[in-house]
């Protein structure tokens, strides 16, 4: 039974491209389009792809796919992602911001400070006294007078003001370089499908790690050589994951088998789904320019899906 087709999210397509019922679509690929990965990490995502993320557990995935492949690696076929798929990848970027400590501000004087200070002006002020004090003191001895004010301080006063206290900030240390984030892991993907190649069609299988991606190419049967179509399918075998095509006359060959695929990969991670690529891009010959119409360079590669099923 085919998948629902509201939980599949598109991608280098527009989102109303899905189709309603995913038992039979089609999907366009422009020219200069692929699905590819070069050493270290370079990933190449402009293929139309559309692809599911799972409820349970990923078991077991096939198509059958279609086309009037003209060009030299024309694809279609399904694809698995161990992660996010490229170009879904959000880069988190994370700022952060020192603040160096403030100097403490000049402590102000206390009140107590302040009422010393009046109580020393209100002393130092003359107070009135008796006439019988002012007569004996005029009958004494003659006291020197004091000394004249300097030059440089005219109005000296009796008792200076108290020197105000200030604290010096501690030394401010170097705050330690942000600690390395690693950036995150390239996720792994597997594409198999049909491929025309030399002038064939072929069974192909790419598996993308960290480290980039492999080719492989299998020639089909003699009786299957000149078909446009293929099934194929992906299928979980405790960590590993087998690829498989089908021959009408021997049933189901196995392609290739990724070893250690879903090792440290959760099963909510895992997204499935299925492709469309046309990575030549020739332009115009001179045979077209002077005559004139579309070439098959120009056209879009338009890849036909049959029976579409996700476990």
Request: glycine residues 6%.
């Amino acid at each position: 039974m085919p998948p629902d087709s509201s939980s599949f999210t598109a991608l280098n397509i527009p989102n109303d491209a899905v189709p309603e019922w995913m038992g039979s679509f089609a999907l366009a690929a422009p020219p200069n389009t692929d699905l590819w990965r070069k050493p270290p990490s370079r990933d190449t995502s402009t293929a139309p792809i559309l692809y599911t993320a799972l409820r349970s557990p990923f078991i077991a995935a096939e198509v059958t796919v279609s086309a009037d492949w003209e060009l030299e690696w024309d694809q279609g076929g399904l694809v698995i992602f161990a992660g996010a798929p490229p170009g879904r990848i959000a880069a988190a970027t994370t700022t952060t911001t020192t603040t160096a400590p403030s100097a403490p501000a000049i402590a102000p004087s206390s009140p107590r400070a302040a009422t010393d200070r009046s109580s020393d002006r209100s002393s130092a002020a003359p107070t009135p006294t008796s006439p019988s004090a002012a007569t004996d003191r005029s009958s004494a001895a003659p006291t020197p007078s004091p000394p004249p004010p300097s030059a440089g301080h005219p109005h000296p006063h009796p008792h200076p003001p108290p020197s105000y206290v200030t604290q010096t900030p501690p030394p401010q240390t170097a705050l330690p370089p942000p600690a390395y984030t690693p950036p995150a892991p390239s996720s792994k993907w597997v594409k198999v499908g049909l491929e025309f190649c030399n002038n064939a069609c072929h069974a192909t299988s790419v598996c993308a790690t960290s480290d980039g991606a492999d080719w492989a190419l299998t020639s089909l049967p003699a009786h299957h050589a000149r078909r446009l179509d293929l099934r194929v399918k992906i299928e979980r075998i405790g960590y590993a994951l087998w690829v498989w095509y089908e021959d009408e006359a021997s049933g189901w060959k196995k392609l290739r088998e990724v070893t250690w695929f879903f090792w440290g990969v959760e099963d909510k991670a895992v997204r499935v789904g299925v492709y469309a690529s046309r990575p030549a891009n020739f332009g115009v010959s001179a045979y077209e320019r002077r005559h004139g119409g579309p070439s098959a360079g120009q056209r879009n590669l338009c890849v036909d899906f049959e029976g579409l099923e996700i476990f």
